[in-house]
C-alpha cells in the first residue's frame, strides 16, 4: 500500500492533485476580483473614473476606501499601511480600486480601463540615504554597542572601511497570492487564504471589516511556496476578497497575476551600509563598527522585526570583543519591503564578510585563514549579551575544509590562474551561524489540537503552514512517535484558526520547533491516558506500557513482550471506555527575554552553524561566470527527515546564489519595477546550480524538539559564498585591483570590472 | 472565433465548438477542469504549464513535443493530442513520479507536475538516455524550492533506469506501458499516427487560403500570447504551421546556387535538429541551449522570430549573418527581401497587411559560423547582447565572403557592413579580431535597460566579436592571446 517513506503531500503533488487557492472548484455566483494599482511611486489623485470600465462591463462592481466599514489599515505595527490608497498613493503597485467580475478575465481587463482622475506625480525618496538625512525613519532606530570600537580601533594594526550595499530579492513562489472568501450569514467571512499566518490574516480582516476576529475564520491547506513573501504580505489580498464577498454576499476569489504579483508585494529589504573594521597583523579583528540604511519602503511592514536580526547578526560568525552597530529603517517611495528566508540575517552577514574580504587583502592572508582565526567559540557572549553554548562554528568550517580539499584546491586554482587569461578561478568559504526563534519574543509561541478518531485514525492540527518545507511530514513524525499510533494513521489538518487559535507566522525557521513540540505535547497527552487505560486493561502499570508504531508492548524485565493490542484497538477500548481522546497543547518557547532599552538578552533559544565553499569559474573575454562546485557541511544535529531537510539547505543554497549573483531587483530611477515579470527577473535555473556536496554535523541539540535544528533558513547564507568566488577569480584576472561590494553580482558588473568601467558610485 | 476543433485528450478525442484564439492553459482549468496544469508566469518562462503535444512531424511520422500551454492557443490543437498530468496521473503513480518523490524533487509542488511531464516528455522523445540530456529537457522548467539537487538526482535515475529504451516509436511506447511511465491505453493512443486521429488528413489549401486573407498569421505564439495574455473574444487568427509541410527545411539549387530554404513554420528545435543544418553548418547545435528553452524552441518558428521584430532576437542575428533572403507572400503576389531590410523601426517592418513570411532561405556554402550571446542568466533568458558572423574563406586563407551581424544595441537587429568591410579579404590574426572588436563597439546606440547599460552593451559588443573571432578561427588559438 503506502510507501512509509514517502510524503503524502509530495505524492499529491507529482500526481497534480494537490489543491492550491486557484484549484479550489468554484462555487456558483462566484466573482473574480482584478485590482487598480498606482502606476508610480508617490503621487496624489482626486479620484478614480469607472466609466469606461461600466461602459464596457456593464455588470463590473468596484470599491474604494470609502467602501471599508472597518478600518482602512493593514500595518501590525505602526498605522502606515492603508489596504486602499485615499487620496495619495506612496509606491507602485498600491491598491487603488478593487473591481469584481463575473471571470478573472473580465474584471482584470475592466480593471486597466479605470483611470486616475487628477493624478499628480510627486516627488519619490528612493534612496534609503537620502531618506535618513530628511529623518524619513520608522521607528525606532537601533543600536547595540559592546566593548569601545573607538579606543580598539587605536590598538589596530589594520583599520579599514567601506561600503557594502545589496539589493532586495523577488521571493518568486511559484504559486502566486491569492484568497477565497465566502460570506457568512452573520456579517463574518470564511477565507482560504495562501498565507503563512491564518491568524494575522484573521486579526486585519476583522479590522478592515469592522467585526470581532470570532466571526473570521482562515484556513490555509498549502501553499505553492511562501519564503516569507505571504507572512504580512497576504493580509492585503485576503481583506480585499473578504470586503467583496461582504458587500456582495457572494463568494470572490481574488489571485494575482505574475506581473501584479511582482509589482503589489514586497520582497526582501535592500541595504546600503557603512562599516570599519580593525584587525591585529596576525588577522584577529579587534573592532566592527557598522551603520545600516535598511531600505524599509513606504510602510512598516516587518521592517523593525527585521533590522534587529541584521544587528544581531552583524559579526557573522566570528568572535569580536569590541562592537558598535546601528540600524536605520529608511522610508522610501517602494512597495513595503518584507521578510524573506534569512529576515535580515543575509544582508547583515554580507557586510562583514565584505568587510573581511577587503581585510583580507590589505593584510596578504587567504580569506580563509582569516576566517578561521576568528570563528566564535564555546563560551564567547555576544554584542547582544547572549552566551554562546554548544558552539559547532570551527566543527563545521573544518569538516568544510576538509571535505573540498581546501588547500589542494586553492594550489590548483592559483596554478590555473597562472597560466590562463581567458579563464579564471575563485573560491570562497562562508561560515554561518544564525540565531534561532523569532526576534520578536512574543511571537514564539504555538498551539496544537490532536484529534484521535475512534477507529485509530488522527488528526493533529497545528498553527504551522505546510508551504513545501514538509513541516507536515515532520510533525506526523513527531506525533506518531508520541502517541506510538503508525505514520500512515496521522493525517496533518489544514491550518485553520478555529482549530487553532492565535497562531503566529509560520517563519523564522521555527515552524518544526514550535508545533512540533505543541504537537509533541498534545499526543504525550493522549498517550498517557491510553497509556493508563492499557495498563489497567493489561493488569499491569502504566510505566511498563510501551506503545510503537501503532502496536501495544509490555515491558517484562528488560524485555518487550508483544500484547496483540493494537493502538486502533486501544483507541476504540479507550472510546468505549469514556476516555478523552483529543488534546489541546501549548508551547512557548522558554528561557528567551530581551530588553530593548540596554539591548541586551537571550533572543535565541540556540544556533544553527554551517560552513560552504562555492568554486567559480570567470569567463574572461565574455566577463560571465559559473559555479563549479559547492561543499557546505551543515549543523542538522539529529534530523526527523534527511530527505526534507536536505531539500531545504539545496534549496536555501539556491536562493540565496540567486540572491548574491544573479537576482538583480532593478528599478527605474523614477521607482517602477522594470524586473516585473520572469522574463525580466531570473531566478536560478538548473543550469545556474553547481554540483552540491553536502553533509551534515548530526550531534543532538537537545534544546529542540526530537534534538533536531532549525533548518529553513541559515543555509541561504551559503549562497553569499558565490559571490566572493566570483570576486576571488576576478580579483586574479586583475591583481591589485581593490574588489567591490554590490551584491547581486553580475555580468554586468564582472565584464565592467575586468574592462575597467565599473561605475564610480559601485560600493567599495 | 468558435470553431469546431477537433483533437485528442488524454487519449479521448473531442470534437467541440470553442474559441480557437483562447489558450489552452485557460481551457483546461476553466473548462475542461484539469487544474493540474499549472499558471506560473502566463510568459513561458516557469514550466508550470507544461503539457506534451503529439501532432505530425514533417516526414509525416508522429512527434511528440513539451509545449507551454500558457502559449499555446486551442486552434493549434486541430488534429492533434494534448497529454497532460491528469492523463499521466491516471493510472496512479508512474516511475517518473516515484523517482521525484524518492529523491525528495517536490516540496511546494507547484512546479511539480511541469517537471513530470519534462521528464516523461524526455523519455518520449527517443533522446539519449544521460543524466546531462535529461537535465535539458527540464531547462524549462524553474523550480523555486529544491535548488534542483534533487532533480537531478531524479533525473540521473532514471536516465540510468531507462538506458536501454528502444529508439523506434511503437516500440518505445510498449516499453514505456510495460513499464508503466505511460498508462498502457494513454500509450497506445500516442503511438497513434495521425491518420487515426479525429479529422483524418490535415488541411492544406483552406489554411493558406486563411493566411491570405488578412488575418493575423500566427507562428508558435511564443511571443504574441506573452503580449496578448488574454486574447478578446473573436480574434480568429491562422496557425502558420497546420500543414506539416511548412516545417519542412530543405535544400535547394537555385541561379547555380545551393541554398537551404526554410518553411514558414520551421521551430528552433526543428532547425537545430536538422541534418541538412548540421551538414552546411558544423556546430550550430552547440548554440542551441543558448536559445529560450525547450519548450519555447518547439513551437517558436524563425519567421515568428524575425516579424516579432525584437532587436535581440537570436534567430534573426543568426539570419541576418547566414545572409537570409525572405520570401514575402501575400494573397496575389510574393517578393523578395534580404531580412535586413525587412527592419525599418522599433518593433517596425516592411510587410503590409496581408503579407507574411512563406518561406527563408540562405546560402549553404559557408565556411564557418559563430554565434555569441550574453544574457543574465546562461540558460533560458533574453540576449543583453548577441553577435552573429558567417565567412567563406578563400583559397589563399584569406576571408573571401563575410557577414556579421549584432542584436540588443539598436532598435533592430543589425548588419554590419564596416565590420564586413573590414573583413573581406583580410587573413584572420590576432589583430584583425582586435580591429574587428573595435568597429562592433563602435556599432549601434546601445540603450540602458532592465538587461544592461549601454556601457556595458558597448564592451559586448567588442568582447562578443573577439570571442566569435575564437570561434571562427580556433587553430589560431586566440584565446589567450587575446586577453594578454
Known sequence: MSNNKRNPDSILNVLGKTVYIDDVPETSGMLHAGIVVSPSAHGRFAGLDFSKALERYPDIQFFT???????????????????????????QGEILALILGPSRSVARKAAALVSIIGREDMPAILDPRAAYEKGMFIPSPRTIVSGDTEAAFKNCDLVISGRADSLGQEHVYLETQGAIAMPGDDGGVRLL?????????????????GVPMHRVEVEARRLGGAFGGKEDQASGWAALAALGAVKTGRPVKLYLNRRDDMIATGKRHPYSSDYKIGLKKDGTILAFEAVYYQNSGASADLSPAVIPR???????????????????MCRTNFVPFTAFRGFGGPQGFFVIESALDKAAAALGMDRAELQKKNLIKEGHKTHYGMSFKDVRAALCFDACIKQSDYKKLRAEINAFNLSHKAQKRGAALIPVCFGISFTKIMLNQGGALVHVYNDGSVSVATGAIEMGQGVGRKIAKISAMALGSSLDAIRIDCTRTSTVANTVATAASTGTDINGMAAQMACTEINKRLKSLAAEKLATVPEKIIMENGSVFVMDGEAKKETGLSFARLVGMAYESRTDLSAHAFYATPGLYYDI?????????????????????????????????????????????????????EGAFAQGLGWACLEELKFDQNGRLLANTLSTYKVPDANFMPDMHIEFLRKPNPLAVANSKAVGEPPLIYGLAGYFAVMDALKAARPGEEGFYDLPMTPEKAMLFLSGELPGDVAR | MIRNIKFRLNGKDQNLELREEALVLDWLRNIAGLKGTKEGCREGDCGACLALLGGQAPDGSMEWRSVTTCTLAMGELENRHLVTIEGLASAGLTPVMEAMLDEGASQCGFCSPGFVLALTGYLVSGAKMDPVEAMLAVEGNLCRCTGYGSIRRAAKRLAEDFSDLPFGLKERFSVLADRKVLPKALADSMADSKADMPGGSVHKSGQTASMQNGSIVLGGGTDYFVQNPDPEPGLAPSFSDQDPASRRIKEKVLGGKTWICLGRAVTESDFFASNIIKKALPG????????????????????????????IADMSAMLIALGAELEISSKDASRSLPIENIFLGYKKLDLKPGEYINEIRFPADWSRFAFEKVSKREHLDIATVNVAIAVKMGADGCIAEVRCSAGGVAAIPLRLKNAEALLTGAKPSLDLAKKLGAVYAESGSPMSDVRGSSVYRKRLLERLAWAACIRLWPELKLEEEIMA
Do not use: C
Open chain 1, 65 to 91: 476606501a470609502k467602501d471599508i466599514p472597518g478600518q482602512n489599515e493593514l500595518s501590525t505595527s505602526e498605522p502606515d499601511e492603508p489596504l486602499f490608497a485615499d487620496g495619495i498613493w506612496h509606491y
Open chain 1, 193 to 209: 487564504s495562501g498565507t503563512q499566518s491564518p491568524s494575522g490574516v484573521q486579526a486585519i480582516v476583522a479590522r478592515v471589516l
Open chain 1, 310 to 328: 541584521t544587528l544581531f547578526h552583524a559579526a557573522g560568525t566570528y568572535e569580536i570583543p569590541n562592537i558598535k552597530v546601528s540600524g536605520y
Open chain 1, 597 to 649: 532599552k540596554t539591548e541586551r538578552g537571550n533572543p535565541f533559544l540556540y544556533h544553527v552553524y554551517g560552513a560552504a565553499l562555492v568554486t567559480a569559474t570567470v569567463d574572461t573575454i565574455r566577463g560571465t561566470y559559473r559555479f563549479d562546485q559547492a561543499f557546505m557541511t551543515h549543523d542538522l544535529a539529529k534530523s526527523i527527515d534527511e530527505t526534507i531537510d536536505l531539500g531545504q539547505v
Open chain 2, 284 to 311: 550550430m547545435e552547440r548554440y542551441e541551449v543558448l536559445v529560450a528553452s525547450p519548450p519555447i524552441r518547439n513551437r517558436a518558428t524563425l519567421a515568428g522570430n524575425i516579424v516579432n521584430a525584437s532587436p
